[in-house]
């Protein structure tokens, strides 16, 4: 069984195995990503680093593309 | 940073994989760049990290050979900008590495074409390939969620034998391709069985679900996400309840790099030589850019274009006449799946057809081509540069893109700052110092 991580989406406990990606871990949480520029809400579409709708900011930096970027323990996710 | 090589290789997919492992083993000095964290590309691409799935033998063979050779593989970087001839600046965060070569393989491969339906941007909705590459990277849907599968091509099936392997049957799979079309492949594909066997494996894996052809998705609809889709066969319009969506028409070919190369397209993809070289010197391409074919084609020509720009053109040549029978494959199936034109049909005036900047069918529908939609309404200038919207487009409204600028991927503005410096220290001293040849590089 693979180990274990713990990250905060949006101030919630999300719990997911080692390897799963960041873009991953919103769809399962069902927490959308980035709010668009008329307002819709937004969740990852396209999986491979190239719609840039899966943006958020992690761990304090803003617009990371979360299909690129692998979960860590403790990692803090914030969506728009 | 500054690396002299003899042959750049841009993409460590199979093409990518393929040109830098025989480039290397044919004596070049081989630098292999993928932005990507490991290599693989989008076919072999397994999960981030080490994943219990097994790894597809052909592509753990190359990467054995890719270990051993003297290829220099960069993971991470991005290709930023051309500085000149036979220099290209690539960005990995705020750090920046300039390469000389004297032959570049662009390997850039193919993306999904995703389509614009009424309620397309509603979280849940998502590519097909999309879903298999969230699948490999740890995504589980929720036990009782109904996942549909729609669109075209054989990455479909692909797709819902990926979700039906970790234990979640498919709701749904619908090709828009009729049964009579794809029959056209018969004769082909039992002139490759191994392929047939694929499609029979694929296909027993979901059941009991089975592709329903003929049929696509013409809106989808929610509160907060999709909680519905509408099918339709062209005749009648069904409600089929969908909590994940995963909708994709085939693939487009990543023609960013060569285009800011400047090498002639043609058709869908790059126009290329018996030796995969394109129009621009010294430049070479292989696999999906040169029209999408498939993991077969891409290998050949990646194995042509890298004997080709390792100075071994008598042992590429051998290569050609095998290379031959996958293109033609290749085009069989591309005729096979033609994308029917009630696809076109599908918007309505507010349906969003750039995600990025939330421009509209019916702002779009007045314009004569993509400049001009660039111009008046944002379309395809924003985040992700027309690389959903563009193939999108084209499909729509017959507009193509000609003109690519740097930077051909978002990078930090300390990146181009940099650039800027080092592109006219470049130009007015790349003669007399030989850097053009790929040599050396000034100071």
Known sequence: MAKQLSLVVNGRLVEVEEGTSVAAALLMADEPARISVAGERRAPFCGMGICMECRATVDGVPHQRTCQLVCRDQMKVVTA | ?443
């Open chain 2, 1 to 443: 940073m500054r690396l002299v090589c003899d042959v750049l290789v841009v993409g460590a997919g199979p093409a990518g994989i393929c040109a830098a492992v025989t480039a290397a083993e044919a004596g070049a000095n081989v630098c292999l760049v993928d932005e990507n964290p490991a290599v693989g590309g989008q076919i072999w691409r397994h999960s981030m990290t080490s994943g219990p799935e097994p790894k597809d033998p052909t592509f753990l063979q190359w990467n054995q050979r890719l270990e051993r050779s003297t290829c220099r593989w960069m993971n991470g970087w991005q290709v930023v900008e051309p500085l000149g001839p036979g220099v290209i600046r690539l960005a990995m965060g705020d750090a920046t590495a300039d390469v000389a070569y004297q032959r570049l393989i662009a390997a850039t491969g193919a993306r999904e074409r995703l389509l614009p339906f009424p309620g397309w941007t509603l979280p849940g909705v998502m590519g097909a390939g999309a879903l298999g590459a969230f699948l490999r990277n740890g995504y589980r849907p929720r036990p009782g969620q109904r996942v549909l599968l729609a669109g075209s091509g054989p990455l479909l099936l692909a797709c819902a034998a990926e979700l039906a392997a970790i234990g979640t049957r498919p709701a749904g799979l619908f090709e828009q391709a009729s049964r009579t079309r794809l029959a056209t492949m018969l004769p082909e594909l039992l002139r490759q069985p191994a392929k047939l066997a694929q499609a029979a494996a694929y296909s027993w894996k979901i059941l009991p679900t089975w592709l329903r052809t003929h049929c696509w998705i013409a809106a989808a609809e929610g509160r907060d996400r999709v909680e519905r889709v509408m099918i339709t066969d062209g005749r009648r319009y069904w409600w089929s309840a969908c909590d994940v969506l995963a909708c994709g028409y085939g693939l487009v070919p990543n023609l960013e790099l060569p285009r800011m190369l400047g090498c002639a397209l043609a058709g869908a993809g790059v126009a290329v030589g018996p030796l995969q070289q394109c129009s621009v010197e010294g430049v070479f391409c292989a696999g999906e850019l040169t029209g999408v074919g498939g993991v077969e084609k891409a290998m050949l020509e990646g194995q042509i274009a890298g004997l080709a720009a390792a100075g071994r053109p008598h042992d590429a040549a051998r290569l050609v006449p095998e290379l031959r029978r996958w293109k033609r494959f290749a085009g069989r199936l591309a005729s096979a799946y033609a994308l029917r034109p009630e696809l076109k049909k599908l918007s309505a005036p507010e349906t969003i057809v750039c995600r990025c900047e939330d421009v509209h069918h019916g702002e779009l529908r007045e314009q004569d081509n993509w400049r001009s939609a660039k111009l008046a309404t944002r379309c395809g200038m924003g985040a992700c540069q027309g690389r959903i919207c563009g193939a999108a487009a084209e499909f729509l409204y017959g507009w193509k893109n000609e003109s690519q600028r740097p930077p051909l991927s978002p990078v930090p503005v300390g990146a181009l700052a940099v650039s800027f410096e080092a592109s006219a220290e470049i130009t007015s001293a790349g003669d007399a110092t030989g850097c053009a040849s790929g040599h050396s590089l000034p100071d």
